[in-house]
C-alpha cells in the first residue's frame, strides 16, 4: 500500500518537550518534539489501550546495584497515564519487553511549505501518494515549516 | 508419615525443630557473668510462645518426650519418630534468642545456642544438619555468628526468623547475607520472630489462629522487601528458603508484585527483570504446611501456577502437627520425577550436604 | 482535506455487555467545598488544626505514590480545573457515558475515618455524605454512594449509618482496610449491627494508614511495596472477620473486598480451612468453615486486575475462586484504572461475563 504524507503540525506549534495528539485515518497519534527532532507514537498502549501519548516525559531510571541511580536520556521516555509502562519514544519500544511489547510508531519529517506545494511530483516521485497537504482546513504556507508524517 | 505409601527415597527433612530442654542446658557454653544473669535473674527459659502447650498444632500425638521435655527436645524419640525415614534433617532451632534486645546477652546466648547443637544433635547423629542461630537485631553480630561457625559441615543454613524490627530487604541486614554468601549457606526465614510489630498490619488479633493464619502474609511481605531492595542482585549467589510459611500464596503473590514493578519499577531500579523471574532462581520454600487444595487436580494447577516443581523442599516441621501431612496434602499428586525433585534433589541442591554416595544418596544409613 | 488533524481522545469504545462499575471515586475538590456542610463549631477546627491521622506530612504520602492527584491517571485531571474525580461532568464524559455504565459505585476516599478525633471524624463523615447527595447522587441517576463513616469508632459510624438509613443513593458503608485494630474486633461491631439492620454491605476499599506498619516487620522503604501488600492487610482483615465469628453474630452481614486483588483469596481459604480443621477448639464460636463465611458473606471486585504471567491462568483462578465472587470495577481516575474491555486478558465465558460484569452486583448491592 502506498504511504500517504499527513502535514500535522507547524514547527512552532511543537516545541521541544511539547506534543500534539492529532487523529489521522480514525487513529489517534501523538507527535513529540525531543531536542528539534519529531517523533510520532500511535496514542494507544499495547497493555491496554491506554492513551499513551497523554503520558508523562520522563528520563529512565537504571542502576548497577542498589542505592545506585543513573538517570537516561532524560524526556525521552513515555509513562503510560495510566499503568505507567515505559516505552521509548525513539523506538515505541517498552522497556519490560522490547522485542514484543511496543507501540507503533511513524516517520515524521519537516518540510517547507514550499516544497509541500510545489514539489508534489518529487514527493511522489519518492514513492508516496499525494497527500491532503494542501488542503484548506490547515492552510500551508509557503514560507511555514511543516511536521509531516508518513502513514 | 501416617497413612502415606513410603517414599522410594530418603528423602531430605528441611524443617525439624530440636527443642532446649531447659535453660540450664546452655550453662555450660556460656561465660560465668552470662551465667550468673540468667539465675540471678531468675531468666529460667527463652522458649518462645509460637506453639502453645495444649494446642493440637504443637505437637504431632506421641512426640512428647517422656522425660517431660517440650517436644524436640529427646534425639532418641526424634531418631524414632523422624531419622529413620530421612536421610538428612535439617534442624531449626527456635529458641528464642532473637527476642533479646540486650546485644551483648543475644549474642552470647546465640553462640551458647549453636555450640550446645553441636555437641548435643550434630556431634551424635550424622543424619543431622543445623542451622545457625543468630542475634539478627544486631546484623553485625549475626554476621560474626556466621562466621563463627560458618565452615563447620554440620551447619548448612542462617536461621532467621519470619517477624523482624524490620524488613529484611533494608540494607542494615545486608551483613549477614554477605555472611552466608561467604559460606555457601542459605538463609531460612522460618516463621516466628519478634513481635515489635503486630502480626497483623491491621493489629493485633485475638486468637492464636489468627496469628498463625496470618504468618503467610509476614512471609509474603519478606519476600517482597528482599526483592524491592535488590538483594539478589547484591548478593546474585544468595538462597533463601521460606520455612513453614505456606506455599499456595506465592503464585497470587508473584503475579500482583510482577503487575506492580512493571508500571513502578522506577523507584527501584535495580529491580532490572519480573520479580517471579528473581523469586524462582533464589527462593524455595519447604512444603509443610502446604496449604494446598483437596484434589488431585487442584494440586496440579497449583504446581502449574508455581510455574517450577524445584521450588519446593521436603519438610515434615516435626514436631508440629498440621492438618495433614505433606505426603498428604502434595507429594501424592505429583509425578515421580517431581516427588524426587521435592524429597531430595532440589535440596541437594540448595544446601551444602555433601558428596552422595548411591543414586538414592543413602550412603550408609541406606 | 486534512483528515481529522485535531485533538480528540483516542477512540472511544461501545459494549453490549452491562457494565455496573463497583469502584469509582469522586473527590472532595477541597476543603473549602465541605464548610457548607460543616457545623460552626467543626469548621473552626478545621481552621485550627484540620487533619490530623497517622501521616506525619502536612500534605502527601510518606510512599509517594507514582502520580499526583492521589495517584490518578495522568489523564484524568478535569480540563475545568479541579483534581481528578471532582467534575461530575468530566467522569461522564471519560467514564459513564464512554463505556456506558449504567452503575457506578462511588467510594469517596476523603480521610474521614483516619482522624484521630473521633468527633471530627464524625463531623467530616457527614459533611461528605451530605456533599455526595447534592454534588454526586442527586445530579446522575447512574451514580450509588458508599456511606463515609467515622469508622474506628463503631457507635459513632453507627449513628451516621442509622442516619442515612433512608436516603437513596447510599448502597454501602465505606471502611478502609488499614484498621486501627483488626476489623473483627468488638469496637467495630456497632457498625456492623447497624449495617446488617439496614441491609447496607460494607465495603472494605484499598487505602488507609495508621501506626501498625504495613508489614509486621515494619515499614518497608518503597511505594512498590506498600502498594503490593495492602493485599496483606486484606487478608488480615478476612482472618480478622472469620475468626472472631462476626458472621456468626451478624448473620446477614455482608462484606465486600474492593481494590484488593482476589488471586490470594484462593489460597488463604486453603489455609484457613486447613487450620479451622486443627485449631477449631480455640474458636467454638464458629459453626462452619473459614471458606463457607466467605463464599457465603463476602464479595470482591476486580481491579487491579490480576495479570498472571501465563494469562490463561487467570481462568483458572476464576474458576477457584467462583465466578459468583466477583464484581467488575474500574478504579477510576486511579492510575491503577481497568478498562472495562481490556481488563481481563483472557476470554471469559458468556456466563462468566454478565456475572462478572453486572449480576453479581446486582444481587449484592440490590439495585
Ligand atoms: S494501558 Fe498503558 S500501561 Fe496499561
Given at each position: 500500500m502506498k504511504k500517504k504524507l499527513y502535514v500535522?503540525?507547524?514547527?512552532?506549534?511543537?516545541?521541544?518537550?511539547g506534543r500534539k495528539i492529532v487523529e489521522i485515518e480514525r487513529r489517534s497519534i501523538g507527535v513529540f518534539n525531543i531536542n528539534g527532532e519529531y517523533f510520532a507514537l500511535r496514542n494507544a498502549c499495547p497493555h491496554a489501550g491506554g492513551p499513551l501519548c497523554r503520558g508523562l516525559l520522563t528520563g529512565f531510571l537504571r542502576s548497577s546495584e542498589p542505592g545506585q541511580y543513573t538517570y537516561l536520556r532524560r524526556g525521552e521516555f513515555l509513562r503510560c497515564p495510566w499503568h505507567q509502562w515505559e516505552f521509548d519514544i525513539r523506538t515505541g519500544q517498552s522497556w519490560l519487553d522490547p522485542d514484543k511489547t511496543r507501540v507503533r510508531t511513524y516517520q515524521t519529517r519537516v518540510e517547507p511549505g514550499q516544497a509541500l506545494l510545489e514539489n508534489e511530483v518529487e514527493l511522489m516521485g519518492s514513492?508516496?501518494?499525494?497527500?491532503?497537504?494542501?488542503a484548506e482546513t490547515y492552510p500551508v504556507h509557503i514560507d511555514g515549516r511543516y511536521v509531516v508524517l508518513e502513514l | 508419615m501416617n497413612g502415606a505409601p513410603a517414599p522410594p527415597i530418603r528423602p531430605i527433612d528441611c524443617d525439624v525443630h530440636n527443642a532446649v530442654p531447659s535453660i540450664e542446658v546452655l550453662y555450660p557454653y556460656l561465660e560465668d557473668h552470662w551465667r550468673d544473669y540468667l539465675v540471678e535473674r531468675g531468666v529460667t527459659s527463652l522458649e518462645p510462645n509460637y506453639y502453645p502447650r495444649g494446642l493440637p498444632i504443637s505437637c504431632l500425638p506421641g512426640a512428647r518426650p517422656s522425660s517431660g521435655g517440650p517436644p524436640g527436645s529427646d534425639l532418641d524419640l526424634l531418631r524414632e519418630q523422624v531419622l529413620g525415614g530421612v536421610r538428612y534433617a535439617i534442624l531449626n532451632c527456635l529458641y528464642s534468642i532473637q527476642s533479646i534486645h540486650n546485644e551483648d546477652w543475644a549474642a552470647a546466648m546465640a553462640t551458647a545456642l549453636n555450640q550446645w547443637q553441636v555437641e548435643h544433635w550434630l556431634d551424635l547423629d550424622d543424619r543431622l544438619r543445623a542451622s545457625i542461630v543468630v542475634p539478627v537485631r544486631s546484623p553485625g553480630r549475626a554476621a560474626e555468628e556466621i562466621e563463627r561457625w560458618g565452615d563447620h559441615p554440620g551447619f548448612v543454613q542462617v536461621l532467621l526468623l519470619a517477624r523482624s524490627s524490620t524488613p529484611y530487604g533494608k540494607r542494615h541486614h545486608w551483613p549477614i547475607y554477605a555472611a552466608a554468601v561467604r559460606h555457601r549457606l542459605p538463609v531460612g526465614i522460618h516463621a516466628g520472630g519478634v513481635t515489635?510489630?503486630?502480626?497483623?498490619p491491621v493489629g493485633w488479633p485475638s486468637h492464636y489462629v489468627e496469628d498463625y493464619a496470618g504468618a503467610a502474609q509476614v512471609f509474603q511481605t519478606q519476600l517482597v522487601s528482599l526483592v524491592c531492595e535488590g538483594v539478589f542482585g547484591k548478593f546474585p549467589e544468595l538462597r533463601v528458603v521460606l520455612t513453614e510459611?505456606?506455599?499456595?500464596w506465592l503464585p497470587a503473590l508473584l503475579w500482583r508484585l510482577d503487575k506492580n514493578w512493571k508500571g513502578l519499577r522506577s523507584e527501584v531500579p535495580w529491580v532490572d527483570r519480573p520479580p517471579s523471574e528473581i523469586v524462582r532462581e533464589h527462593v524455595r520454600l519447604t512444603v509443610q504446611p502446604f496449604d494446598g487444595p483437596r484434589t488431585a487436580e487442584g494440586v496440579r494447577r497449583v504446581m502449574d501456577h508455581l510455574g517450577s516443581d524445584e521450588l519446593l523442599l521436603f519438610s515434615s516441621d516435626y514436631p508440629h502437627w498440621h492438618a495433614r501431612d505433606p505426603y498428604e496434602s502434595c507429594l501424592r499428586h505429583l509425578s515421580a520425577e517431581s516427588q524426587r525433585r521435592v524429597l531430595r534433589e532440589n535440596s541437594l541442591a540448595t544446601y551444602r550436604l555433601g558428596p552422595e554416595t548411591g543414586p538414592d544418596g543413602d550412603g550408609e544409613h541406606g | 482535506m486534512v483528515e481529522g488533524v485535531a485533538e480528540r481522545a483516542p477512540e472511544r469504545t461501545r459494549r453490549r455487555t452491562t457494565i455496573i462499575d463497583c469502584d469509582v471515586h469522586n473527590s472532595v475538590p477541597s476543603d473549602a467545598a465541605l464548610r457548607p456542610y460543616l457545623p460552626a463549631r467543626w469548621r473552626r477546627y478545621l481552621d485550627l488544626v484540620g487533619h490530623k491521622g497517622y501521616h506525619s506530612l502536612e500534605r502527601g504520602y510518606a510512599y509517594p505514590k507514582i502520580s499526583p492527584g492521589g495517584g490518578a491517571r495522568v489523564d484524568a485531571w478535569p480540563p475545568s480545573g479541579?483534581?481528578?474525580?471532582?467534575d461530575l461532568d468530566f467522569m461522564r464524559e471519560q467514564l459513564l457515558d464512554n463505556y456506558g455504565i449504567e452503575i457506578a459505585v462511588l467510594n469517596c476516599l476523603y480521610r474521614a475515618g483516619e482522624q484521630l478525633n473521633d468527633e471530627y471524624a464524625d463531623a467530616l463523615a457527614t459533611a461528605i455524605n451530605d456533599w455526595q447527595v447534592e454534588e454526586w447522587t442527586g445530579r446522575d441517576s447512574r451514580l450509588r454512594a458508599s456511606m463515609v463513616v467515622p469508622y474506628e469508632a463503631g457507635d459513632l459510624a453507627a449513628k451516621e449509618i442509622e442516619r442515612l438509613a433512608g436516603t437513596p443513593g447510599f448502597v454501602q458503608v465505606l471502611v478502609l482496610p488499614r484498621t486501627r485494630e483488626p476489623l473483627g474486633r468488638r469496637r467495630y461491631w456497632p457498625l456492623y449491627e447497624a449495617a446488617e439492620h439496614y441491609g447496607i454491605p460494607v465495603g472494605i476499599h484499598f487505602a488507609g494508614l495508621t501506626g501498625n506498619p504495613i508489614t509486621s516487620s515494619g515499614w518497608p522503604s518503597y511505594y512498590l511495596e506498600d502498594h503490593t501488600v495492602m493485599a496483606q492487610a486484606f487478608q488480615s482483615q478476612v482472618i480478622s472477620l472469620i475468626f472472631e465469628g462476626v458472621f456468626e453474630r451478624f448473620p446477614r452481614l455482608r462484606v465486600a473486598l474492593v481494590e484488593g486483588g482476589f488471586a490470594w483469596m484462593v489460597p488463604l481459604l486453603w489455609r484457613l480451612d486447613d487450620l479451622y480443621e486443627r485449631l477449631h477448639e480455640e474458636v467454638p464460636h464458629l459453626r462452619r468453615r473459614p471458606s463457607e463465611y466467605v463464599r457465603e458473606h463476602m464479595r470482591m471486585t476486580t481491579q487491579p486486575m490480576e495479570e498472571p504471567e501465563r494469562p490463561h491462568h487467570l481462568l483458572d483462578l476464576i474458576e477457584q475462586l467462583g465466578p459468583e465472587m466477583l464484581m467488575f470495577s474500574?478504579?477510576?481516575?486511579?492510575?491503577?484504572f481497568d478498562d472495562p474491555n481490556r481488563a481481563f486478558q483472557v476470554r471469559l465465558p458468556e456466563e462468566v461475563k454478565s456475572k462478572v460484569f453486572h449480576e453479581n452486583a446486582r444481587g449484592f448491592y440490590g439495585f
Amino acid at each position: 500500500m502506498k504511504k500517504k504524507l499527513y502535514v500535522v503540525a507547524e514547527v512552532d506549534e511543537i516545541p521541544p518537550g511539547g506534543r500534539k495528539i492529532v487523529e489521522i485515518e480514525r487513529r489517534s497519534i501523538g507527535v513529540f518534539n525531543i531536542n528539534g527532532e519529531y517523533f510520532a507514537l500511535r496514542n494507544a498502549c499495547p497493555h491496554a489501550g491506554g492513551p499513551l501519548c497523554r503520558g508523562l516525559l520522563t528520563g529512565f531510571l537504571r542502576s548497577s546495584e542498589p542505592g545506585q541511580y543513573t538517570y537516561l536520556r532524560r524526556g525521552e521516555f513515555l509513562r503510560c497515564p495510566w499503568h505507567q509502562w515505559e516505552f521509548d519514544i525513539r523506538t515505541g519500544q517498552s522497556w519490560l519487553d522490547p522485542d514484543k511489547t511496543r507501540v507503533r510508531t511513524y516517520q515524521t519529517r519537516v518540510e517547507p511549505g514550499q516544497a509541500l506545494l510545489e514539489n508534489e511530483v518529487e514527493l511522489m516521485g519518492s514513492g508516496l501518494t499525494k497527500g491532503p497537504y494542501v488542503a484548506e482546513t490547515y492552510p500551508v504556507h509557503i514560507d511555514g515549516r511543516y511536521v509531516v508524517l508518513e502513514l | 508419615m501416617n497413612g502415606a505409601p513410603a517414599p522410594p527415597i530418603r528423602p531430605i527433612d528441611c524443617d525439624v525443630h530440636n527443642a532446649v530442654p531447659s535453660i540450664e542446658v546452655l550453662y555450660p557454653y556460656l561465660e560465668d557473668h552470662w551465667r550468673d544473669y540468667l539465675v540471678e535473674r531468675g531468666v529460667t527459659s527463652l522458649e518462645p510462645n509460637y506453639y502453645p502447650r495444649g494446642l493440637p498444632i504443637s505437637c504431632l500425638p506421641g512426640a512428647r518426650p517422656s522425660s517431660g521435655g517440650p517436644p524436640g527436645s529427646d534425639l532418641d524419640l526424634l531418631r524414632e519418630q523422624v531419622l529413620g525415614g530421612v536421610r538428612y534433617a535439617i534442624l531449626n532451632c527456635l529458641y528464642s534468642i532473637q527476642s533479646i534486645h540486650n546485644e551483648d546477652w543475644a549474642a552470647a546466648m546465640a553462640t551458647a545456642l549453636n555450640q550446645w547443637q553441636v555437641e548435643h544433635w550434630l556431634d551424635l547423629d550424622d543424619r543431622l544438619r543445623a542451622s545457625i542461630v543468630v542475634p539478627v537485631r544486631s546484623p553485625g553480630r549475626a554476621a560474626e555468628e556466621i562466621e563463627r561457625w560458618g565452615d563447620h559441615p554440620g551447619f548448612v543454613q542462617v536461621l532467621l526468623l519470619a517477624r523482624s524490627s524490620t524488613p529484611y530487604g533494608k540494607r542494615h541486614h545486608w551483613p549477614i547475607y554477605a555472611a552466608a554468601v561467604r559460606h555457601r549457606l542459605p538463609v531460612g526465614i522460618h516463621a516466628g520472630g519478634v513481635t515489635e510489630n503486630p502480626i497483623l498490619p491491621v493489629g493485633w488479633p485475638s486468637h492464636y489462629v489468627e496469628d498463625y493464619a496470618g504468618a503467610a502474609q509476614v512471609f509474603q511481605t519478606q519476600l517482597v522487601s528482599l526483592v524491592c531492595e535488590g538483594v539478589f542482585g547484591k548478593f546474585p549467589e544468595l538462597r533463601v528458603v521460606l520455612t513453614e510459611s505456606g506455599v499456595t500464596w506465592l503464585p497470587a503473590l508473584l503475579w500482583r508484585l510482577d503487575k506492580n514493578w512493571k508500571g513502578l519499577r522506577s523507584e527501584v531500579p535495580w529491580v532490572d527483570r519480573p520479580p517471579s523471574e528473581i523469586v524462582r532462581e533464589h527462593v524455595r520454600l519447604t512444603v509443610q504446611p502446604f496449604d494446598g487444595p483437596r484434589t488431585a487436580e487442584g494440586v496440579r494447577r497449583v504446581m502449574d501456577h508455581l510455574g517450577s516443581d524445584e521450588l519446593l523442599l521436603f519438610s515434615s516441621d516435626y514436631p508440629h502437627w498440621h492438618a495433614r501431612d505433606p505426603y498428604e496434602s502434595c507429594l501424592r499428586h505429583l509425578s515421580a520425577e517431581s516427588q524426587r525433585r521435592v524429597l531430595r534433589e532440589n535440596s541437594l541442591a540448595t544446601y551444602r550436604l555433601g558428596p552422595e554416595t548411591g543414586p538414592d544418596g543413602d550412603g550408609e544409613h541406606g | 482535506m486534512v483528515e481529522g488533524v485535531a485533538e480528540r481522545a483516542p477512540e472511544r469504545t461501545r459494549r453490549r455487555t452491562t457494565i455496573i462499575d463497583c469502584d469509582v471515586h469522586n473527590s472532595v475538590p477541597s476543603d473549602a467545598a465541605l464548610r457548607p456542610y460543616l457545623p460552626a463549631r467543626w469548621r473552626r477546627y478545621l481552621d485550627l488544626v484540620g487533619h490530623k491521622g497517622y501521616h506525619s506530612l502536612e500534605r502527601g504520602y510518606a510512599y509517594p505514590k507514582i502520580s499526583p492527584g492521589g495517584g490518578a491517571r495522568v489523564d484524568a485531571w478535569p480540563p475545568s480545573g479541579g483534581v481528578p474525580g471532582s467534575d461530575l461532568d468530566f467522569m461522564r464524559e471519560q467514564l459513564l457515558d464512554n463505556y456506558g455504565i449504567e452503575i457506578a459505585v462511588l467510594n469517596c476516599l476523603y480521610r474521614a475515618g483516619e482522624q484521630l478525633n473521633d468527633e471530627y471524624a464524625d463531623a467530616l463523615a457527614t459533611a461528605i455524605n451530605d456533599w455526595q447527595v447534592e454534588e454526586w447522587t442527586g445530579r446522575d441517576s447512574r451514580l450509588r454512594a458508599s456511606m463515609v463513616v467515622p469508622y474506628e469508632a463503631g457507635d459513632l459510624a453507627a449513628k451516621e449509618i442509622e442516619r442515612l438509613a433512608g436516603t437513596p443513593g447510599f448502597v454501602q458503608v465505606l471502611v478502609l482496610p488499614r484498621t486501627r485494630e483488626p476489623l473483627g474486633r468488638r469496637r467495630y461491631w456497632p457498625l456492623y449491627e447497624a449495617a446488617e439492620h439496614y441491609g447496607i454491605p460494607v465495603g472494605i476499599h484499598f487505602a488507609g494508614l495508621t501506626g501498625n506498619p504495613i508489614t509486621s516487620s515494619g515499614w518497608p522503604s518503597y511505594y512498590l511495596e506498600d502498594h503490593t501488600v495492602m493485599a496483606q492487610a486484606f487478608q488480615s482483615q478476612v482472618i480478622s472477620l472469620i475468626f472472631e465469628g462476626v458472621f456468626e453474630r451478624f448473620p446477614r452481614l455482608r462484606v465486600a473486598l474492593v481494590e484488593g486483588g482476589f488471586a490470594w483469596m484462593v489460597p488463604l481459604l486453603w489455609r484457613l480451612d486447613d487450620l479451622y480443621e486443627r485449631l477449631h477448639e480455640e474458636v467454638p464460636h464458629l459453626r462452619r468453615r473459614p471458606s463457607e463465611y466467605v463464599r457465603e458473606h463476602m464479595r470482591m471486585t476486580t481491579q487491579p486486575m490480576e495479570e498472571p504471567e501465563r494469562p490463561h491462568h487467570l481462568l483458572d483462578l476464576i474458576e477457584q475462586l467462583g465466578p459468583e465472587m466477583l464484581m467488575f470495577s474500574t478504579d477510576y481516575p486511579h492510575w491503577d484504572f481497568d478498562d472495562p474491555n481490556r481488563a481481563f486478558q483472557v476470554r471469559l465465558p458468556e456466563e462468566v461475563k454478565s456475572k462478572v460484569f453486572h449480576e453479581n452486583a446486582r444481587g449484592f448491592y440490590g439495585f
